[in-house]
């Protein structure tokens, strides 16, 4: 698919402003509010899959960004693994909905992250902080990586030469003369 | 035979792994359990209109009466929620526990119609209709509950239904203690 | 059925590993000859090259020699390695695997999966349910019925527990409070109600009172006929809510029942009731025989005994039946319950006016002293002591009964009679 060749009819999440313009129907100028390039490219790339519901959306398109960019990092807490755009449980819109509300009231990202850790715990972060109870999760992949390398590079260093080319014995071309035979 | 040793590892990372699995089966452990963090916190807000028609908003000042208080969140939608139903019942009517319900994303007609039904054991009743409350409560569905003690702060928060077991073991010692 | 299915995955699972294993070292001969035409292939490539001048001559026989020797090789590992293999973990993997695996599946299903739950193929599974399929039993017309039957008369315990058993079938298993009231009532009428008992135990379990659910059920097990629909279904709910209070199951919830008598299963009921009596009595003589048989050979089980003794009892065969009960007596002490049976036995053997044997006497003051108050032991030991002369024994017995005994017993006129020729002699 290439959504950039075409250009998109005005979508129903602009809110019907008449001054939205696309800058991609201009032939790629990006000329225009910084806020609506950033919208279209979210809104063509983040597409498919989402359970964002239109009337969900924030008119402000940065704000609606930064909305998704959370989103997509906080765990639906009812889902086994998915975020909370990816999910169309009810707890899952709820929190959503707070998101955008934080976000609307001025909140910085940080204070929407510690918003929802306060009501669900560090559970709720897809990517889990660094701290004494996660450090296995962060370090126990590359620990099991150094660890394997350095046992594979300490194999390889022992394994013995090949042998110098000497003549065969009689006996061993006898051996050899016999097996070829076969 | 020093290699040979090398060739039983992956024997015994599977070893461990079923070892793993199976303590994971039998023990009971539920890997989706996502515990709380209300737990030893001041209670959540409590800002919801009320239940049942005439009654005042249900504001924190009932969490801060110095008596233990169990805040249940419910829905007549939810059957986990009938199920541990007549153990509330019991606990107002035998134990003289003060419970307060918050019929959760749950039309007051419905949440009302269920309530007659099977009994209405809850003290105050709320309706978090958008789910508001329950969210600043870390609520993730119904039923949920909570046990607050006299000075307003949670000290045990229970995930889906509560059984007789939670009763005997967690809830009534809770109300005599905090008594 | 499933029992074979699971079977079949074991076996493929444990051919998948043995076969195998067991086939390494005719692989081993196999993997040689492939081996040995690479290095031919190889040898012949460097021929070539020799031949036609890519490769220096020096060179080449350094490849050559290089190759040969890697064939040797590959000939001794091949030979040297197969009587290793056949080494202690070779000839012990192969026993232990088929083994073992079998009985860790086996362990895991027990503990994990559900051994006791009958197959419940699609097609036979509604008939057993509702007995007419066009009109299901809804709690909608379990409700109407029951509030018409009520409307006629109010006070009809059956309506009012079938009452509450719809308000619990419209509340998906809830026991409503207005469900608590009609069964109340209901158990008000008619204490023996099953149903309600049966719903009230629930509601107890339901909020938080399992002690007394299962008080309250275990009642109803004991007053229901050993043939009531429901026992099955009573026993599992007591199991069922004993456990998850964390109370130790009673052993009658159990579904192998270690007291007493073996319950026979339904398919033996059923045979048994598709006889004619005639034959219904040759079937049941001939189990009491093989009993008989199967205890002859193996006289040290008590139980066994205790069964043969009752089924001769129940028979008529007082003679045997009191053989028995000695059998099991010297292996251990009897309750008095088996005692009266036993003394029952005895005294079943007298003609009328007979005195009891002397065995027949000492069991009955075995019971006499077990029980002073024992109706049998009273009548018959007085008897025995008439008889031997003892008349003071005798009277003292006989008069203990008759105070006793009801006003209105039958036997009375017997033993008022029998008092007054003591007395009078």
């Known amino acids: 698919m290439t959504p950039f060749r075409r250009c998109a009819p005005p979508s129903p999440v602009d809110g019907g402003r008449k001054d939205f313009s696309s800058p991609v129907c201009r032939g790629g100028g990006l000329k225009g509010r910084r806020g609506s390039w950033l919208f279209v490219l979210l809104a063509l790339l983040a597409l498919p899959a989402l359970a964002v519901e239109p009337a969900e959306l924030l008119p402000d398109p940065a704000l609606e960004a930064r909305a998704r960019d959370i989103g997509r990092s906080l765990r639906c807490v009812v889902c086994q693994n998915q975020s909370i755009d990816d999910s169309a449980a009810e707890v899952a819109r709820d929190m959503r909905r707070a998101v955008r509300e934080r976000l609307s009231a001025g909140d910085k990202d940080e204070q929407v992250f510690a918003y929802m850790v306060a009501r669900y715990g560090d559970y709720v972060l897809l990517k889990p902080p660094f701290k004494a109870g996660t450090w296995v999760l962060w370090l126990g992949g590359p620990i099991v990586l150094i660890v394997a390398g350095g046992l594979l590079l300490i194999a390889a260093r022992r394994r013995k030469p090949i042998p110098p080319a000497e003549p065969l014995s009689d006996e061993e071309q006898r051996r050899l003369n016999a097996l070829l035979k076969n | ?179 | 059925m499933l029992e074979f299915l699971l079977a079949l995955l074991t076996t493929a699972t444990v051919g998948a590993l043995l076969v195998p294993l067991l086939r390494t070292t005719a692989r081993r001969t196999e993997r040689l000859d492939s081996a040995l035409a690479i290095y031919r292939d190889q040898l012949a490539e460097i021929e070539r090259t020799r031949a036609d001048g890519t490769v220096s001559e020096a060179e080449a026989a350094a490849a050559r020699l290089e190759v040969e020797r890697r064939i040797l090789n590959a000939a001794n590992a091949t030979k040297t390695a197969a009587p290793h293999d056949s080494s202690t973990l070779h000839r012990f993997l192969p026993p232990a695997l088929a083994l073992l695996i079998p009985l860790l599946a086996l362990g895991i299903y027990l503990n994990v999966g559900r051994p006791g739950l009958p197959a419940a193929p699609f097609a036979s599974r509604p008939a057993g349910e509702h007995p007419n399929p066009n009109e299901p039993i809804t709690a909608e017309r379990m409700l109407a019925e029951a509030r018409a039957r009520l409307a006629e008369n109010p006070n009809d315990p059956e309506a009012l527990a079938e009452l509450g058993e719809a308000l619990v079938l419209e509340a998906d298993g809830t026991v409503t409070p207005d469900a608590v009231a009609a069964l109340t009532r209901a158990l008000a009428q008619r204490p023996d109600n099953p149903r309600a008992a049966y719903y009230l135990g629930l509601h107890e379990a339901q909020s938080g009172d399992s002690k007394a659910a299962v008080a309250r059920w275990q009642a109803l097990e004991a007053a229901s006929p050993p043939d009531a629909p429901w026992l099955s279904m009573l026993r599992a709910e007591i199991a069922r809510v004993a456990r998850a209070a964390g109370m130790p199951v009673p052993p009658s919830a159990t579904p192998s029942a270690p007291t007493g008598m073996p319950t026979p299963s339904r398919d033996q009921v059923e045979a048994m009731q598709s006889l004619d009596p005639a034959q219904r009595q040759e079937a049941i003589r001939g189990m009491v025989d093989g009993l008989d048989k199967r205890l002859k050979e193996n006289p040290g089980d008590r139980a066994g005994w205790l069964r043969l003794a009752n089924a001769r009892r129940v028979l008529g065969e007082n003679d045997k039946a009191a053989d028995a009960y000695a059998k099991a007596d010297a292996l251990g002490t009897l309750d008095t319950r088996t005692l009266t049976d036993w003394a029952e036995a005895h005294v079943r053997q007298l003609k009328p006016g007979e005195t009891p044997s002397p065995a027949a006497v000492t069991v009955l003051e075995r019971l006499e002293k077990a029980e002073p108050r024992n109706a049998l032991a009273l009548f018959y030991l007085g008897a025995a002591a008439f008889a031997a002369g003892d008349k003071p024994g005798a009277l003292r017995r006989w008069n203990t009964l008759l105070a006793l005994l009801p006003a209105d017993a039958p036997i009375r006129g017997l033993l008022e009679e029998r008092i007054k020729a003591a007395e009078g002699k």
Request: charged content about 20%.
């Open chain 2, 1 to 179: 035979m020093n290699r040979r040793l090398l060739f039983l590892l992956p024997l015994a990372t599977l070893a461990l792994m079923a070892g793993f699995f199976a303590w994971s089966l039998l023990a009971g452990r539920d890997p989706a359990s996502i515990g709380s963090v209300l737990v030893g916190r001041p209670a959540p807000r409590l800002d919801v209109k009320a239940l049942r028609d005439g009654e005042p908003p249900l504001t924190d000042a009932l969490l801060k009466t110095g008596k233990p208080t169990i805040v249940n969140f419910f829905a007549s939608w939810c059957t986990p929620c009938l199920a541990e139903h007549p153990l509330f019942t019991r606990l107002a009517t035998r134990d003289g526990a003060v419970i307060i319900g918050v019929a959760w994303k749950n039309k007051p007609a419905e949440a009302n119609a269920w309530l007659k039904r099977l009994g209405d054991p809850y003290k105050f009743a709320g309706a978090d209709l958008e789910g508001r409350t329950g969210l600043d409560w870390g609520l993730s569905g119904v039923p949920e509950t909570y046990l607050v003690d006299g000075q307003g702060i949670v000290r045990r928060h229970f995930r889906g239904p509560i059984t007789e077991r939670d009763v005997n073991e967690t809830i009534l010692p809770f109300l005599k203690g905090a008594k």
